[in-house]
Structure formats: C-alpha cells, structure tokens
C-alpha cells in the first residue's frame, strides 16, 4: 500500500524529534490517536500492524501505541503482532482491542463477559498507576467493546475496573508495557487527553517539541534529501493542499520548481483566472498554465460511473503531467498535496474503500513519475497551520475544499459542456449566497450538484420540464466526517430563488440533509 510504504521507507520523518508509533489496527480509531499525540507536539506516525519488530526498531521509537480495532481476538481472521513487541524494550499502550491483544498475547484472559460497554461508562481506578496519576479516582469514560480482559497477565497490577470491565486499564511499569479498555483519544472520555500525554511524556519520556514549525523543518529536510539536485513539478489546483506543498518545495529547493495548473474544464466560475492572478502575479511561481478541457471531457464522454470518472481523470491528470514534463528537462519528480484521509478513503489494509481519490486510486500504474508527497501524513487542519506559517494568503488557507475531479464528481451522469455550463451558473450562486452570508468559513464546504434527472415545475403560465438543483453545505473538522450545515432559512430562500430565477435550466431547488456517514461529503 502507498501509504504503508512510505512510512517504512523513511520517507515520513527525519529530524531530531520523539516519535511514537500508532500500529494500526482499525485506521478510524489509529488517525485520531495519532492526531492526539500530535497535538501533544510529539510526532507521531501510522504504521500497518505486520511491521515487523526490526522495521520497529529501525525507527528509534520513544513509544508505541496499538489502536482499537473492530475485531475479537477470538476471531478467525483476528489481528495479530509479533510479541517480540513487548519485549523491546519500548514503551507500549493498547488501546481497546489493543489493550486485548496485549493481554491475550501475554497470557491473560479475554472473555466474552455478557456485559457488551457502548458509551459513557463510569470507570474507578483501582489501584496506583503512572497513567492515572493526578487524575480522579472516578472518572466518565467511552467504551465500545464486546470481549473484555478479565484476568490481567502476569507481572501487570490491575488499576481501574468498570462494571463490565474488571480490566479496565493494567499496567507492567517495569516493561513500560500499558492497556487501556476505554478510548482516551475521543473528546467523549474528558480525561483521555490527560492520560494520553502521561503515557507520551512520562511513561515514554518524549519531549513536547513536535510544532508546525518543526513539521516545515522537517518536510524542507524531506524533499531535500528525496530530490537532490532535480527539477521537479507540481499539480497546482489553487486549493489549501496543493498551495501548501507547492510552498514547501518552493522553499526546499526555489527555482527547482515549476507549478503546473490544469484547467480540466471541470472548473468553476472564474476559478482559472484567479490561480492565474495568485500565483503567477502574487507569488512568481513558475507556473505553466495548460488548457486540457477538450482532452478531458473527450476522456469523460459517456461516463457516469463515479470511480471509473475519477480513475479516468487521474489518469488524464497524469498524462498532461508527462507532456509538460516531457518539455522540461530532468523532471523525474511530481509534487501532489496527497493529505490523509485521501489516502485512507482510497483504501488500505485496514481500512475499507470508500472512493479512489483521483490523486490516489486513481493514479496509473505506469507513470513516470516519483511522488513527493510532504502532506501526506497530515490532516486538513494542520496543512491550514502549515499554511499559515509559510504565510499563504488567508484566502487560499482558509479556501473551500475543492475536489480534483471537480465539477465532474457533482454532476450525476453524463458530464457535458451544457451542463458544466448550468452547474456553474447554480454554484456561482450558492457560493456567492454563502459568502454575503458570512458564512463561508464557517463552512466546510457549500456547493451545488446536479443530477441526472429532470422534473415538472410551472413558470410564468407555462409548464416546464426542467433540471433540479441540489444544495449541499457541510460542517466538518477533517472530513472523515461530516455534518450537514444547519444554514438560515433566509439563506435557502435566496439561493433557491436567485437560482430558479437566474439559471434557466433549473426549476427546482433541494436542500441536502445527509450527515457523513452514511452519506459522504460529495454525491459520486
Ligand atoms: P467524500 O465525498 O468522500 O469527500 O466525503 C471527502 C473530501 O474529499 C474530497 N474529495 C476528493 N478530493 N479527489 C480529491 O482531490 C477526489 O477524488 C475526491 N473525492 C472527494 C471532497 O470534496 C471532500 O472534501
């Protein structure tokens, strides 16, 4: 998996910086664990569960965490690890399932106890403990588990209980070996934050030193060491990710660089010119500036299969790269703003396809390309930090998040000229609505959709038989996942009416009530 191998090869971190491993045993629960140990400043990074204990190692870890999962340890297929682990001399926490595999795999007893936890469970902590030191002999915090260990291993004193938890945290201070049943990374456990960084800064000993200027540091080093002395170009789509990692390669190796924008004709309104007017004029990057909307949409014609879209323009985004790249000279090297969740919703081992993200599922296997990818462990909020530090403009670092495939993967079905053109018209609006709203950074992301269907409304004393348009506005912290925007009904009211008025393609107007999950963020 691209996301695993890189983390092994060394490609993630370099630096004089503590690092605590998040072996990943379920990716929903290793992200945000990781995340936390981050904003404890302690660079953490996700590893696949079969690393192997020389592979561990090799890293030079001051600790180790094991994620929940959504397994049984009795399961057939249960998630296993090489014991070896616990004898490395490393700090070691598991965390729900990985507090049972480290009980099963030392010789205590996990057990069907009848007593399933979901939700807010109180939890009494028993007995002395690094973990809970300073923190309430009682506290709230969030279960979900089914099994529970019911015998701790021996060498291990048992230091908090639940009802249905008789093992509810355990500890082997002298291995420096650590489980917890609860989830201390959700915001639902008050204290988890607390017990978390005592394991990172006391059990572990890891310095709090991890910043977003030490991250820039780091990536400059990174793309340093991987690019040497050749040219390398970068896919600028204008958005937050792509901005922010052309930045950084600009700043690691200057004239190295050359941006590439590729108009798709998948765009919106006006957006073509303004990357022109920013980078070009603002920032003087190298930028060449490549018209490609007759390629695409002749790449496109016909489809309406939402993956094999994003395969196709990946792909086609790919190709483009290769002809300008063919141009230049020495250029082995593409820059993509790859961010977290596209590599996890694109699927690993662990994690579940949701959508090839264009820039990851979608890529051709025979490229020529070698990726430099320095945002690829980081999540949306923390490239906006990054961002602000190598001074970006507010306006790209607090842009609306804006989809690779663009337009194609918000109109259901065929993707046309016409009705690129009716899309646009609508979005414009909604934007624009949004904006005069003041709502536009309160948003994660306001846009409009078109689907594949036509309906009878009447206008003026005529009937007509036109296209809907449907509205969607989200709120969300980093995508995974999403709240739909409880936006003004003044607002609805003028968007539908301006759209409905203005845009005469469209009779109707919906307002989209779908959280993520179930539903994503985009409708393809
Ligand atoms: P979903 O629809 O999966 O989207 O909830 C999550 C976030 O990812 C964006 N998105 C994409 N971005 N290429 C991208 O560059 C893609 O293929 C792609 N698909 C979804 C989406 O806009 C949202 O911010």
Redesign the pocket.
Known sequence: MAGESAVLAGQASTGDFDRVLVVDLGAQYAQLIARRVREAHVLSEIVPRDITVEEIKARDPAGIILSGGPASVYADDAYEIDTALFGAGVPVLGICYGHQLLAHSLGGTVEQTGTAEYGKTELEVTGDSALFSNLPLRQDVWMSHGDAVVAAPEGFAVTASTAGSPVAAMEDRQRGLYGVQFHPEVVHTPRGTELLQRFLYEACGARPTWTRHSIIEQSVDAIRAQVGGENVICGLSGGVDSSVAAALVQKAVGSQLTCIFVDHGLLRAGEAEQVEATFRDAFHVNLIHVKAEDRFLEALAGVTDPEAK?MIIGETFIRVFEDVADELTDTRFLVQGTLYP?II?SGTKDAAK??S???VGGLPDDMQFELVEPLRDLFKDEVRAVGEELGLPPEIVWRQ?F???GLA?RIIGDVTRERLNILRAADSIVLEEVRKAGLYNELW?SFGVLPAIKTVGVQGDGRTYAHPLIIRAVTSDD?MT?DWARLPYEVLEAMSSRIINEVPEINRVAYDISS?PPA???WE
Do not use: F, L, S, Y
Request: proline share 15%; glycine share 4%.
């Open positions: 994003r596209d919703e949701i959508k993200h264009h820039n998040p989809p690779g495939p993967i992301q995508a999403a993520k994503t963020i985009e």
